[in-house]
């Protein structure tokens, strides 16, 4: 277990979540549709960590579904600003957690999290524990608790089937 998914593991022990943590061969979750493969679920049920640059120079993340594209037009009605990912070692220097393992905990103090409402469709969804090997099990409603999320947000695209048509 990397320290960085056992720094996660820590955090999430005292929401009762700890022992959720599943850990895989290395890089096995990395990718949206390797987490998938590994935890063996839909793609569109990976909770995927986005980190985006706010104007400050600080991170913000939103967790989306796997299947959910960010708007930029909806992101920048939402948060006031244009949505910009964060690059290369930014992510780590910002957020803790390496680029693939980026997930909503153990993150500091100053970078807020949102939930974006197209994970809200699944009884469970998977998100990242700090490291591209390792995800957890939870109810949308857990994820909320356990990320200390700031809310749910409308940020996505491409999940709605009325998209799709």
């Not at 049920?45 to 989306?64: C, D, H, N, R, Y």
């Not at 909503?104 to 490291?131: E, K, T, W």
Request: proline share 6%; with cysteine; charged share 20%.
């Amino acid at each position: 277990m990397t320290e960085n998914t056992e720094r996660v593991k820590a955090y999430l022990a005292p929401f009762g979540f700890a022992e959720r943590v599943h850990e895989f061969a290395d890089g096995a979750t990395a990718t949206v549709p390797l987490a998938a493969a590994a935890i063996g679920c839909q793609e569109a049920q990976i909770a995927k960590s986005m980190s985006f640059k706010t104007p400050e120079g600080g991170a913000l993340i939103v967790v989306t579904a796997g299947d959910g594209k960010i708007n930029s037009g909806m992101f920048k009605r939402c948060f006031g600003f244009k949505a910009s990912m964060l690059k290369g070692d930014d992510v780590r220097t910002l957020t803790g957690h390496p680029i693939g393992g980026g997930c909503p905990f153990a993150l500091p103090d100053n970078v807020p999290v949102y939930l974006d409402v197209s994970m809200q469709r699944f009884d469970h969804i998977y998100p990242a524990c700090g490291s591209p090997a390792s995800m957890a099990t939870m109810t949308p409603s857990e994820l909320e608790t356990a990320s200390q999320a700031k809310g749910w947000v409308d940020v996505c695209k491409g999940w709605r089937e009325e998209e799709e048509a």
